[in-house]
T-cell receptor, first 113, second 117 residues
Framework: AQSVTQLDSQVPVFEEAPVELRCNYS??????LFWYVQYPNQGLQLLLK??????LVKGINGFEAEFNKSQTSFHLRKPSVHISDTAEYFC???????????FGSGTQLTVLP | ETGVTQTPRHLVMGMTNKKSLKCEQH?????MYWYKQSAKKPLELMFV???????ENNSVPSRFSPECPNSSHLFLHLHTLQPEDSALYLC????????????????FGPGTRLLVL
């Protein structure tokens, strides 16, 4: 069965600093991986996704993530964050043979001035 | 503009009330979903409809009753809820559900914040 672990529930970082939000998954088969962002009082918005091909995936708002099969990780990175990046970030996984998305419990990113 | 709208955005109800949540998608998708988002917990998939047919029910209590009259509209009827049902209820849609070897991207609405007193 697939599962997702987001190792940090809260990540505070200063504006213009780099950030990495960690995501590890558990699955014995091929997977699809997603990062979603949820701004306050809003629904989830897709940041980026890995389906196949290049392991480095670029998304919106300057975010990117790297799929590492050997470490079963899909960490999200941004080289320089802005105040407007303050939000909750969710990692999600779906096995290629499954149809459901399994979400992690989320990481609250707070960008400080 | 996400293309998925939900009403109402906020709802307060007593345990004996009956209310309905509405979701509408303007994306031409065939699959629609209800999720429950509780504080500090992962999103929980509740129901999936594909081409108006319910394809998934993840052991949701019968006090939650979904309805999908067409591919663009999805309702969640609520009755005799409990305080622990207070949460953000999110609707999502995708082009299809369960196409072999292909994971469709899900697009989410803003959610309905529900408080059960």
């Amino acid at each position: 069965a697939q599962s997702v672990t987001q190792l940090d529930s809260q990540v505070p970082v200063f504006e213009e600093a780099p950030v990495e939000l960690r995501c590890n998954y558990s699955s014995s088969v091929s997977v699809y991986l997603f990062w979603y962002v949820q701004y306050p009082n809003q629904g989830l918005q897709l940041l980026l996704k890995y389906l196949s091909g290049s392991t480095l995936v670029k998304g919106i708002n300057g975010f990117e993530a790297e799929f590492n099969k050997s470490q079963t990780s899909f960490h999200l990175r941004k080289p320089s964050v802005h105040i407007s990046d303050t939000a909750e970030y969710f990692c999600a996984v779906s096995e290629s043979s499954a149809r459901q998305l399994t979400f992690g419990s989320g990481t609250q990113l707070t960008v400080l001035p | 503009e996400t293309g998925v709208t939900q009403t109402p955005r906020h709802l307060v109800m007593g345990m004996t009330n009956k209310k309905s949540l509405k979701c509408e998608q303007h994306l031409g998708h065939n699959a629609m979903y209800w999720y429950k988002q509780s504080a500090k917990k992962p999103l929980e998939l509740m129901f999936v409809y594909n081409f108006k047919e319910q394809t998934e029910n993840n052991s949701v209590p019968s006090r939650f009753s979904p309805e999908c009259p067409n591919s663009s509209h999805l309702f969640l009827h609520l009755h005799t809820l409990q305080p622990e049902d207070s949460a953000l209820y999110l609707c999502a849609s995708s082009q299809d559900w369960g196409t072999s070897g292909k994971q469709e991207t899900q697009y989410f609405g803003p959610g309905t914040r529900l408080l059960v007193l």
